[in-house]
């Protein structure tokens, strides 16, 4: 049995009362980690760099073993560009190279680039760039996900230099994503003011560029792109509800054991 602990964050009152949104987490944890768990995100959502939240929404749900998926982490590369625009610029080619159309591709930086405080992600047309989803203002927010093996996955983060929960976070996130039918990439910038680092994941691999927006912004968020026909209801119901654990390759693990 684990426990999926999901945690919203607002400022000026509840998001579906209009407040800011200011943080969000999700982790799948066990008995054993569930307080500590519950109180470092109610801290997180109390001190953000997005503001302190007067509304915290904290849910705990029972998840069964047996329905919990599992799925391989996607493998990390970084791309240091000197400043915003060539991070854009590389993350569209990225984007193509992934089967996202040139157009598509474009209409979804700019939609990146002027969303303000969506909690969730949108989804998008591969081919055409037009949004799918009609979960307007919040988007569509992934949830029930975590690293099958915390300690397994932050040696293989740490041997590659990675060692920030936006990382952290982020790569779980992605790799549930990837592993979504008829999903064919996503594209990511943090909203935190302090983070500029953003990435285009793709089922091979999650490519982060160092400056996908300008230090001080807010704006920032998700999009996912889809095949045509993909089947909406069924994909907003694995990436909202379906527990997925992700495993660190079991032979990268044991090479970064031995070199540590
Ligand atoms: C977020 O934390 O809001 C998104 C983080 C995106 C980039 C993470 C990374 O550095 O790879
Ligand atoms: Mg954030």
Avoid at 48 to 75: K, M, W, Y
Avoid at 90 to 96: C, F, Y
Avoid at 179 to 187: I, K, Q, R, S, T
């Amino acid at each position: 049995m684990l426990y999926s602990v999901r945690m919203r964050a607002a400022q000026g009152g509840a998001h579906e009362l209009g407040g800011k949104h200011v943080s969000g987490a999700e982790r799948l944890v066990g008995r054993e980690l569930l307080t500590a768990t519950v109180t470092a995100m109610l801290e997180r959502a109390l001190s953000h760099s997005r503001g302190a939240a007067d509304f915290t929404n904290l849910v705990i749900e029972a998840v069964p073993a047996r329905d919990i998926q599992e799925t391989v982490c996607l493998p990390v590369t970084t791309i240091a560009v000197t400043g915003v625009i060539a991070g854009r610029a590389a993350a569209q080619t990225e984007l193509i190279k992934a089967g996202v159309a040139p157009a598509a591709a474009a209409a979804g930086l700019a939609a990146l680039a002027g969303v303000n405080g969506m909690r969730g992600a949108i989804i998008a047309d591969a081919r055409t760039g037009v949004r799918l989803d009609t979960s307007g203002q919040s988007g569509i927010r992934v949830s029930r996900m975590d690293i099958a093996d915390e300690q397994a996955y932050l040696g293989w983060l740490k041997s590659q230099g990675y060692n920030n929960t936006h990382i952290r976070e982020a790569i779980v996130l992605a790799s549930k994503v990837m592993a979504a039918p008829g999903m064919v990439a996503e594209l990511c910038w943090s909203d935190d003011p302090e983070y500029t680092a953003g990435y285009v994941a793709t089922p091979g691999g999650y490519t982060r560029f160092t400056h996908l927006k300008p230090y001080g912004s807010e704006i920032g968020g998700r999009i996912f792109f889809v095949k045509e026909n993909t089947n909406m209801d069924q994909l907003i119901k694995y990436l909202q509800y379906q527990p997925v654990l992700i495993k660190v390759p079991a032979e990268e693990v044991r090479a970064d054991a031995v070199s540590r």
